[in-house]
């Protein structure tokens, strides 16, 4: 089973796309609020090697990007594959 997460805030417009194109496919993730859990923020930048901006989505421990990466790999046919592995 695929696992994802995303770093994410609340008030975060992109989260909220991220996550909405995650539930169309019927993808469940786990959600890390930087906001409620301030220490997650370093993690979050230690493992997007250096991505300070929300959302930081991870698929399967690798690294994808944000909102508009997680998008384009959907456009490009690449996401699907992805999420099935």
């Known amino acids: 089973m695929v696992k994802v997460e995303i770093y994410t805030s ?24 930087v906001v409620a859990n301030p220490d997650k923020r370093a993690e979050m930048m230690a493992r997007a090697r250096g991505g300070r901006t929300v959302p930081q989505i991870f698929i399967n421990g690798t690294h994808i990007g944000g909102c508009d990466e997680l ?15």
């Open 71 to 85: 998008y384009a790999l959907d456009s490009a046919g690449k996401l699907d594959p992805l999420l099935a592995a």
């Open 10 to 33: 609340p008030i975060c417009g992109y989260c909220h796309a991220a996550k909405r194109l995650l539930g169309q496919k019927g993808i469940s993730y786990e959600e890390i609020d």
